[in-house]
């Protein structure tokens, strides 16, 4: 099994930057590519970013292209988030997840999740 923790989340004004973090423990050895989605208030849960085993691949929804950034450690089994000029439509519980397999996770499922972390962009 694999477990992911997020930490970094909070509460940051329009315009301003955050970075989240996802620490992943146990058979990390078993997980290919990592990313992040979120779930704002009375909406589905969506893809927010992907990015392969190796870093040289990443994907990211249109609605945070050029503003976030997804990169990871894999000495440190973490993934992270770069979120600038967030914007108050940004608020949503982020979640980390992780495949066992290749594959895009806009359009794959993933096998693992985090418990999620808040962010709350004020207007």
């Known amino acids: 099994q694999v477990q992911l923790v997020e930490s970094g989340g909070g509460l940051v004004q329009a315009g301003g930057s955050l970075r989240l973090s996802c620490a992943a423990s146990?058979?990390?050895?078993?997980?290919?590519?990592m990313g992040w989605f979120r779930q704002a208030p009375g909406k589905e849960r969506e893809f927010v970013a992907h990015?392969?085993?190796?870093?040289?691949?990443?994907y990211y929804a249109d609605s945070v292209k050029g503003r976030f950034t997804i990169s990871r450690d894999n000495a440190k089994s973490t993934v992270y988030l770069q979120m600038n000029s967030l914007k108050p439509e940004d608020t949503a519980v982020y979640y980390c997840?992780?495949?066992?397999?290749?594959?895009?996770?806009?359009?794959?499922?993933?096998?693992?999740w985090g418990q999620g972390t808040q962010v709350t962009v004020s207007s």
């Open positions: 990015i392969s085993w190796s870093g040289g691949s990443t």
């Open positions: 997840a992780a495949k066992r397999t290749a594959q895009h996770m806009g359009v794959s499922s993933p096998d693992y």
């Open positions: 146990g058979r990390t050895r078993s997980i290919y590519p």
